[in-house]
Each structure stands twice: as C-alpha cells, then as structure tokens.
C-alpha cells in the first residue's frame, strides 16, 4: 500500500531549526518527485521544495529559497526537508506529496493536481 508519513514537526522559535522527514512506502523514490508543501490557516496549500525522482534536481519558492533544504535517502526511502532561520511566517502545516506517474516535470512545486498522494501532514509553529 502506497503511503507517506510525515514527521519532526514542533515549535521552534524564530531563527530555530527543524528538520522535517517524509517516509515512502508502497514505491521508491526513484519512480517519483518529491514535493513540500505547506498550508497556513485561511491561505492556499503552497509548494515549498521538492527534489526530483533521481535526487539531482531541486526547486524552492523563493520564500524559502536559502533557509530551506529538500534531500533525499534511498536506502531509507525517506526524504527530508531542512529548515533554517525559521521565520513567524513558516507557521503551518507541512505535507509532502509524490507526483503522478509519466509527470514530465523534474520537480515541480504545483499544479496541485500533479500530485495523487500526500502525507497527513506534520505542524510546524515558529513562535517565541
């Protein structure tokens, strides 16, 4: 059964760090990307980074451009997402997704519609 499980979401203050995991299962990482999204309350799920299904392409909004890091371990299945310099913005609930199979993209941040699994997600709180 394919599934992704999110995990390492908590509070942090301003400027903290976290380092968020999302684990596969039912696939392997090299037949899809991989893409981090987030949802603050009131506004639009959001692509933040994802990596590409060879682990060589990656792509950030630029809201998170230089903070943020996606990677990825095959022998774990898991890819991970990075967070530095944390900001009071970066407060939201974040998911991780895999892209639909024959996506030409490398790796995307959206359409939403691209993506066919998502994680349950894990809450991220910058706050001091």
């Known amino acids: 059964q394919l599934q992704l499980v999110e995990s390492g979401g908590g509070l942090v203050q301003p400027g903290g760090s976290l380092r968020l995991s999302c684990a596969a299962s039912?696939?392997?990482?090299?037949?899809?990307?991989i893409a981090w999204f987030r949802q603050a309350p009131g506004k639009e799920r959001e692509g933040v980074a994802s990596?590409?299904?060879?682990?060589?392409?990656?792509n950030y909004a630029d809201s998170v451009k230089d903070r943020f890091t996606i990677s990825d371990d095959f022998a774990q299945n898991t890819v991970y997402l990075q967070m530095n310099s944390l900001k009071l913005e970066d407060t939201a609930v974040y998911y991780c997704?895999?892209?639909?199979?024959?996506?030409?993209?490398?790796?995307?941040?959206?359409?939403?519609?691209?993506?066919?699994?998502w994680g349950q997600g894990t809450q991220v709180t910058v706050s001091s």
């Open positions: 997704a895999k892209t639909r199979p024959r996506t030409p993209l490398l790796a995307p941040l959206g359409p939403l519609k691209i993506f066919d699994s």
């Open positions: 039912g696939f392997t990482l090299d037949d899809y990307a």
């Open positions: 990596i590409s299904r060879s682990g060589s392409r990656y």
